[in-house]
């Protein structure tokens, strides 16, 4: 029997192994627990349009990594981002141009994660709670009870602290994920009827709830008709304020982007508020991705490696090369 590869998590990462298994010729499946694909990279559809709630932007340094996002380019599934870019520091609202290239999605981030799955089968709403092995074979076992298998190989693409109890079979791969620690991050959207009186497009900010702010609608090809805003609670805020109720976190997040501006912020006419509760690593690692070839099994994330887009992507190519190493 030819079983498939089953592939937990249809992020960035597991679709990059996903991708680099199916050019190899294999069979694969792959499992989310959300709606939709894209993970961290996703966008939100709201009343005020699409919505960049994760991943902000991306940079391509490594070669593999640049290349594949050139030919993403040509695809039309990202597009150059060229914010006026400012820091705020003390109150003090400075421009900051930099060299730095930087990419999104186009027309909105999960145009890229949409279009890498394409036609690989997938099950959306499919949260997996358990991999299991029987004699040569895994099986997976979803939240509603049922299990999908065999599968000859699993990789595990979720965030690590997802990913350790799923690789409970591989004690060793299970502690490595257990001990990556991942912070939090709220997210809060903000729209406005009249556009801003500011040419702020992206601010890092120091000193302040907020760590991070973007003007959404100056990306390439969005389609919000209001003037929508992304601000980023730090990861100490959003961890202290975990468990603040979501309208206390708009009133907050609006309060301290109302002081930094730098211009008059009339009450938003649409909010909302998303707290990703595994936002990113604390720490870099530089595992490439984990794997326990004779087990058959493995995970990638961009925990194995820069804890960014790019290393979500080389993250998954390496799973899927140490799989394909294995399979000669
Ligand atoms: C607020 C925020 C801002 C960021 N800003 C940037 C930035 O500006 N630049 C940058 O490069 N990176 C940024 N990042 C990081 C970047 O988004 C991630 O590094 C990257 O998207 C991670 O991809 P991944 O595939 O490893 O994981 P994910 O995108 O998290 O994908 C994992 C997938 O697994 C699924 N899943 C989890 N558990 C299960 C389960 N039990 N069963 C089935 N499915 C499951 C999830 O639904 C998800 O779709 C940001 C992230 C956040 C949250």
């Known amino acids: ?124 709403n499919c949260r997996i709670t358990e991999v299991f092995r029987g004699d040569r074979y895994w099986s997976l076992l979803d939240a509603d009870g049922n299990s999908h298998g065999p599968f000859s190989h699993v990789i595990v693409a979720t965030p690590a602290p997802q990913a350790s109890a799923l690789l409970a079979a591989a004690p060793k791969l299970a502690g490595a994920a257990a001990s990556v620690v991942m912070e939090p991050t709220w997210a809060v959207a903000l729209g406005f009827d009249s556009a801003l009186d500011t040419r702020v497009e992206g601010c890092f900010v120091q000193d302040s709830a907020i760590d991070w702010l973007a003007r959404n609608r100056s990306k390439p ?7 929508t805003w992304i601000l980023h609670a730090s990861s100490a805020w959003s961890r202290q304020h975990l468990d603040l109720a979501r309208e206390a976190v708009i009133e907050q997040l609006h309060g301290a982007f109302a002081e930094l501006i730098g211009c008059t912020v009339p009450p938003p006419s649409f909010t909302l508020a998303h707290r990703w509760l595994y936002a990113r690593p604390a720490q870099a690692h530089q595992w490439g991705a984990l794997a326990d070839a004779d087990l058959r099994l493995y995970a990638c994330g961009d925990w194995c490696l820069s804890g960014r887009v790019e290393g979500a992507w080389l993250s998954g190519q390496d799973a899927a090369r140490r799989l394909l190493e294995h399979l000669q």
Do not use: C
């Not at 090809?221 to 003037?227: A, E, I, T, V, Y």
């Open 221 to 227: 090809g969005r389609d919000n008709h209001l003037d």
């Open 1 to 124: 029997m030819n079983a498939p590869i089953a592939i937990i998590g249809t992020g960035i990462a597991g679709l990059s192994a996903a991708q680099a298994l199916h050019a190899a010729g294999q069979d694969i499946e792959l499992f989310d627990k959300s709606r939709g694909s894209g993970g961290r990279m996703a966008s939100k559809r709201s009343d005020a349009g699409s919505l960049d709630l994760g991943a902000q932007y991306f940079t391509a340094r490594d070669r593999r990594f640049v290349e594949v996002v050139q030919q993403w380019q040509t695809r039309g599934w990202a597009a150059e981002w060229q914010p006026s870019l400012y820091n705020a520091q003390d109150g003090q609202l400075s421009a900051s141009p930099d060299e730095q290239v930087r990419w999104v999605g186009s027309p909105r981030m999960s145009a890229i994660t949409r279009a890498m799955l394409g036609a690989l089968p997938v099950r959306f």
